[in-house]
């Protein structure tokens, strides 16, 4: 199994926040450049909180792919628990895509691979593959992209 971490892109302040016009514009550029990648995950699990949705749609749009689906369980204070419930509801997948928060992301990331820190910047994105089903310490951190890189990637991909 495959799990993607994608941090929300900037947002104005307050838990209603959406995206600044940077954060849209980071999450496009990011969405190019993952398509480059054929970064296809199956399934787009969100937060609630529009900003983590507005990021989710952004993506999935980027990727030609449905929809995210925003889970409760993955508002702030998402623990890796929480996110496994989520994805317990698509069980079918064998590779799905958290837009969350952090430090949950970060701390789920640790959990699962075992690394002692993970820093998720705003935009950031993991992967983490499994031989088996996701639990802790069974993780292997594939790769971890940093959001600076997105506008040179999509440029490249473009072409």
Not at 135 to 142: D, H, P, V, Y
Request: aromatic share 6%; net charge negative.
């Amino acid at each position: 199994m495959i799990l993607y971490f994608l941090r929300h892109a900037e947002a104005h302040p307050g838990e209603d926040g959406r995206l600044t016009d940077t954060g849209v514009e980071a999450m496009r550029l990011a969405g190019r450049a993952w398509r480059s990648l054929n970064l296809r995950p199956e399934v787009v699990i969100a937060s609630p909180l529009p900003r983590a949705v507005q990021t989710a749609e952004l993506v999935a749009e980027e990727l030609g792919m449905p929809p995210p689906i925003p889970d409760d369980r993955l508002a702030p204070g998402a623990d890796w628990d929480a996110m496994a419930q989520s994805l317990a509801a698509h069980e079918a997948s064998r590779s799905a895509l958290f837009v969350g928060h952090e430090p949950d992301l970060s701390a789920a990331l640790q959990l699962l691979t075992g690394a002692a820190s993970v820093r998720m910047r705003k935009g950031g994105l993991a992967c983490v593959e499994f031989y088996g089903v996701p639990e802790a310490g069974t993780g292997e951190l594939a790769w971890l992209l940093d959001p600076d890189l997105y506008a040179a990637a999509a440029r490249d991909a473009d072409g």
